[in-house]
């Protein structure tokens, strides 16, 4: 009954300043399409049809290859909403996304949100290798239950490497299951929306940001290596986004300015 | 290995720094969120499944005999917070001072000749238990233990608690610190890539916040 | 047991009296003594008495983050980058007597940014009257105490008052306001110390800090005889 789907694209560049996409497969409920982008370099790819999914049970991932010099956007129509499924035995689900980012290569990998609800039970991983020159944006935001219900189990890992040396690495877990102090004042203070917006560019080799608060549960913190980290906690969904879009914003618009292009 | 080392290395009186450091208590009790022991105890439960695991983790490792170095790097990538990683080096080198004072090696020696301004204090912690003889799952007993002990000690300080209440939090902590303690113990064996990275948002976002205080208590 | 051997690599421990590379390091002299006794003016003093001679640098530990170490700051006695504030974490007197790590590693930064120093001044935070230094991290200590507090604090003795090796007893110039009896400290703290020097100051006389900075001066000929 469960679900086993793995969906793969590749970007690179298309010798003509933009860039194609030679590889994009769909998988289950993960299906991949090509979107009109904003910005004219980058291909957009867009998940689509991920709302009623993943079921406890499922396993499914996403491998994901930005090759040297390509300008990729992936984003999805809409929430990716975690859900129990049909029968009560299946265990957890499983949703694995493993990313590439090639030398000078810009990936925005800029998902919605991954909802937690009442009953799931999802280990989210997501694991990245970028070339020394790659620049990535990325954001992911967790959602704990949907409106007015208690959240499910929820298990998020996100490693990043850069040039095979580890740059970011977190864990996060919550929900039933759970090992104590989640909800409570050191971890989460009640709050039901977490989310992480990561930048890594080389230029923050020379340049590094300082460390900054964004509000009263948000800071941006240069991480050891070349890359910076928003962290947030909010209310809910609404009021995470506003405080994330406004870091996204100020983020881009400074590198920007820095280098001239986007 | 001698059961008395653990009892040294884990005394809050062992003179490498912790006394000034809250771990993220400080702007809790300012921020009305730990008002009392249950408070308290939540604080500690979740920093001890957090970052005390992650911690813990990286000392078993570092007793266990895994590169210190490249043991180091992982910390920095688990920290996402430059005031934690300032923190973490500092306690760091004053770990080492301490513990070159009382277990000298060349182990010690070598770290400390390798990182001048210090090394995570997690894997200086470790690395000084393999000196004295002790085992990864001591390390990572010593690390979790420390992870809840200074927050308490703290809380003590900050809002008059009843120090029987706040050593009560840590006894009733006790089965839980052992968990941490095999957890991360049992990871160390697997290797760097296998060492867990639990973290804790309001964590690393208040020490920011704590860092920037012009006027404090405790200096994390 | 590390007093006086060298270790290989950086950071020395404690008291050794030597530098890594083998030469002698600064003498620190600790100074102590409860809230408003003038500890902070009195290292302020010595700072402008005897920088044009000596390389000098201080350590400050504060009950709350840096204010001694900014109250140095703004008096420009010394430049910022030879005056470092250790944070203790509420309990100056742990920073300086139990745990002395973040002190030698204070010590360690200034010898490394400023050095080669002659005399390091690590002044306590206001404590209290049992507040002393580590032999691990000062060389001699200084306790000052001051006749607003009360002309029967040397009476009352206690480790600061008994032990120190110089008890400063500070703004003479209030005596006849605060109805204190110099004969009368003079002679208990003879009491309490039997020969270890006592000194009466007011830093807003002409003398100043004088005794105070004659007394650095010996101690500092004697450790670099």
């Given at each position: 009954?469960?679900?086993?789907?793995?969906?793969?694209?590749?970007?690179?560049?298309?010798?003509r300043?933009?860039?194609?996409?030679?590889?994009?497969e769909?998988a289950?409920?993960?299906a991949?399409?090509?979107?009109?982008?904003?910005?004219?370099?980058h291909?957009?790819?867009?998940?689509?049809?991920?709302?009623?999914?993943?079921?406890?049970?499922?396993?499914?991932?996403?491998?994901?290859?930005?090759?040297?010099g390509?300008?990729?956007?992936?984003?999805?129509?809409?929430?990716?909403?975690?859900?129990?499924?049909?029968?009560?035995?299946?265990?957890?689900?499983?949703?694995?996304?493993?990313?590439?980012?090639?030398?000078g290569?810009?990936?925005?990998?800029?998902?919605?949100?991954?909802?937690?609800?009442?009953?799931s039970?999802?280990?989210?991983?997501?694991r990245?290798?970028?070339?020394?020159?790659?620049?990535?944006?990325?954001?992911?935001e967790?959602?704990?239950?949907r409106?007015?219900?208690?959240?499910?189990?929820?298990?998020?890992?996100?490693?990043?490497?850069?040039?095979?040396r580890p740059?970011?690495?977190?864990?996060?877990?919550?929900?039933?299951?759970?090992?104590?102090?989640?909800d409570?004042?050191?971890?989460?203070?009640?709050?039901?929306?977490?989310?992480?917006?990561?930048?890594?560019?080389?230029?923050?080799?020379?340049?590094?940001?300082?460390?900054?608060?964004?509000?009263?549960?948000?800071?941006?913190?240069?991480?050891?290596?070349?890359?910076v980290?928003?962290?947030a906690?909010?209310?809910?969904a609404?009021?995470?986004?506003?405080?994330?879009?406004?870091?996204?914003?100020?983020?881009?618009?400074g590198?920007?300015?820095d280098?001239?292009?986007? | 290995?001698?059961?008395?080392?653990?009892?040294?290395?884990?005394?809050?009186?062992?003179?490498a720094?912790?006394?000034?450091?809250?771990g993220?208590?400080?702007?809790?009790?300012?921020?009305?969120?730990?008002?009392?022991?249950?408070?308290?105890?939540?604080?500690?439960?979740?920093?001890?499944?957090t970052?005390?695991?992650?911690?813990?983790?990286l000392?078993?490792?570092?007793?266990?005999?895994?590169?210190?170095?490249a043991?180091d790097?992982?910390?920095?990538?688990?920290?996402?917070?430059?005031?934690l990683?300032?923190?973490?080096?500092?306690?760091?080198?004053?770990?080492?001072?301490a513990?070159?004072?009382?277990?000298?090696?060349?182990e010690?020696?070598?770290l400390?000749?390798?990182?001048?301004?210090?090394?995570?204090?997690?894997?200086?912690?470790?690395?000084?238990?393999?000196?004295?003889?002790?085992?990864?799952?001591?390390?990572?007993h010593?690390?979790?233990?420390?992870?809840?002990?200074?927050p308490?000690?703290?809380?003590?300080?900050?809002?008059?608690?009843?120090?029987?209440?706040?050593?009560?939090?840590?006894?009733?902590?006790?089965?839980?610190?052992?968990?941490?303690?095999?957890?991360?113990?049992?990871?160390?064996?697997?290797?760097?890539?296998?060492?867990?990275?639990?973290?804790?948002?309001?964590?690393?976002?208040?020490?920011?916040?704590h860092?920037?205080?012009p006027?404090?208590?405790?200096?994390? | 047991?590390?007093?006086?051997?060298?270790?290989?690599?950086?950071?020395?421990?404690?008291?050794?009296?030597t530098?890594?590379?083998?030469?002698?390091?600064?003498?620190?002299?600790?100074?102590?003594?409860?809230?408003?006794?003038?500890?902070?003016?009195?290292?302020?003093?010595?700072?402008?008495?005897?920088?044009?001679?000596?390389?000098?640098?201080?350590?400050?530990?504060?009950i709350?983050?840096?204010?001694?170490?900014?109250?140095?700051?703004?008096?420009?006695v010394?430049?910022?980058?030879?005056?470092?504030?250790?944070?203790?974490?509420?309990?100056?007197?742990?920073?300086i007597?139990?745990?002395?790590?973040?002190?030698?590693?204070?010590?360690?930064?200034?010898?490394?940014?400023?050095?080669?120093?002659?005399?390091?001044?690590v002044?306590?935070?206001?404590?209290?009257?049992?507040?002393?230094?580590?032999?691990g991290?000062?060389?001699?200590?200084?306790?000052?105490?001051?006749?607003?507090?009360?002309?029967?604090?040397?009476?009352?003795?206690g480790?600061?008052?008994?032990?120190a090796?110089?008890?400063?007893i500070?703004?003479?110039?209030?005596?006849?306001h605060?109805?204190?009896?110099?004969?009368?400290?003079?002679?208990?703290?003879?009491?309490?110390?039997?020969?270890?020097?006592?000194?009466?100051?007011?830093l807003?006389?002409?003398?100043g800090?004088?005794?105070?900075?004659?007394w650095v001066?010996?101690?500092l000929?004697?450790?670099?005889?």
């Amino acid at each position: 009954m469960s679900v086993r789907a793995t969906a793969r694209l590749r970007a690179e560049p298309d010798g003509r300043g933009s860039t194609a996409l030679p590889l994009l497969e769909s998988a289950g409920p993960l299906a991949l399409r090509r979107t009109r982008s904003p910005l004219p370099e980058h291909a957009r790819v867009t998940v689509v049809g991920a709302m009623s999914a993943p079921l406890n049970g499922d396993r499914l991932a996403i491998e994901a290859e930005a090759a040297d010099g390509a300008r990729l956007t992936v984003d999805a129509a809409a929430a990716t909403v975690a859900l129990p499924g049909p029968s009560t035995d299946t265990g957890s689900s499983t949703y694995a996304i493993h990313v590439n980012v090639g030398e000078g290569a810009t990936l925005y990998w800029l998902p919605e949100q991954l909802v937690s609800s009442h009953g799931s039970d999802l280990h989210q991983t997501t694991r990245i290798e970028l070339a020394p020159t790659a620049r990535l944006l990325l954001r992911e935001e967790q959602i704990l239950g949907r409106h007015g219900e208690p959240t499910g189990a929820l298990t998020t890992r996100l490693t990043v490497h850069r040039a095979g040396r580890p740059l970011l690495d977190q864990q996060l877990a919550y929900g039933p299951g759970a090992p104590g102090g989640w909800d409570g004042p050191a971890v989460l203070g009640g709050h039901r929306a977490v989310g992480q917006l990561f930048l890594a560019d080389p230029s923050f080799e020379d340049a590094p940001l300082p460390a900054r608060l964004l509000g009263p549960t948000a800071a941006l913190t240069p991480l050891a290596g070349p890359a910076v980290l928003v962290t947030a906690v909010a209310a809910d969904a609404r009021l995470l986004r506003e405080i994330l879009d406004g870091a996204l914003h100020e983020l881009l618009d400074g590198l920007k300015a820095d280098t001239g292009n986007s | 290995m001698s059961r008395a080392a653990l009892l040294v290395l884990a005394d809050g009186r062992f003179p490498a720094g912790g006394h000034a450091h809250s771990g993220g208590a400080e702007p809790a009790v300012t921020q009305g969120r730990i008002r009392d022991a249950d408070d308290l105890a939540a604080f500690c439960r979740g920093r001890l499944h957090t970052a005390g695991l992650t911690a813990a983790a990286l000392a078993a490792a570092a007793a266990h005999g895994l590169d210190p170095l490249a043991l180091d790097e992982a910390a920095d990538a688990r920290t996402p917070s430059p005031a934690l990683r300032a923190t973490a080096r500092k306690l760091g080198r004053q770990m080492m001072r301490a513990a070159r004072a009382t277990w000298p090696s060349p182990e010690l020696d070598a770290l400390a000749t390798a990182r001048p301004r210090g090394a995570h204090q997690p894997v200086v912690l470790g690395l000084t238990a393999r000196t004295a003889g002790l085992g990864p799952e001591d390390a990572a007993h010593c690390v979790a233990y420390e992870t809840v002990s200074g927050p308490a000690t703290a809380v003590v300080r900050l809002l008059s608690l009843d120090p029987f209440h706040a050593t009560a939090v840590l006894a009733r902590l006790a089965p839980e610190l052992d968990e941490v303690a095999a957890q991360a113990a049992e990871a160390a064996r697997h290797g760097i890539d296998a060492l867990p990275a639990a973290s804790a948002p309001l964590l690393d976002i208040t020490a920011e916040a704590h860092a920037a205080w012009p006027v404090r208590l405790f200096a994390s | 047991m590390h007093l006086g051997h060298t270790h290989d690599g950086p950071a020395a421990v404690s008291a050794d009296a030597t530098r890594p590379d083998g030469t002698r390091r600064a003498l620190r002299i600790g100074l102590g003594g409860p809230v408003g006794s003038g500890k902070t003016a009195t290292v302020a003093a010595l700072c402008r008495e005897l920088r044009d001679r000596l390389s000098i640098a201080v350590v400050t530990n504060d009950i709350y983050t840096r204010e001694d170490a900014e109250f140095l700051l703004r008096n420009a006695v010394l430049p910022p980058e030879r005056i470092q504030g250790v944070e203790t974490g509420a309990c100056p007197h742990t920073a300086i007597r139990d745990d002395i790590s973040a002190n030698l590693e204070a010590v360690e930064d200034l010898e490394e940014a400023v050095g080669p120093l002659d005399l390091i001044l690590v002044e306590s935070g206001g404590d209290n009257l049992t507040a002393t230094f580590s032999k691990g991290l000062v060389d001699a200590q200084v306790f000052v105490i001051d006749v607003a507090g009360g002309d029967d604090i040397p009476r009352k003795g206690g480790p600061g008052v008994t032990t120190a090796d110089l008890l400063v007893i500070n703004k003479t110039d209030l005596a006849p306001h605060v109805g204190s009896d110099l004969q009368r400290m003079a002679r208990d703290a003879k009491e309490q110390r039997g020969e270890l020097p006592v000194l009466f100051t007011s830093l807003t006389s002409a003398e100043g800090v004088g005794p105070v900075a004659d007394w650095v001066r010996v101690q500092l000929a004697a450790w670099t005889a």
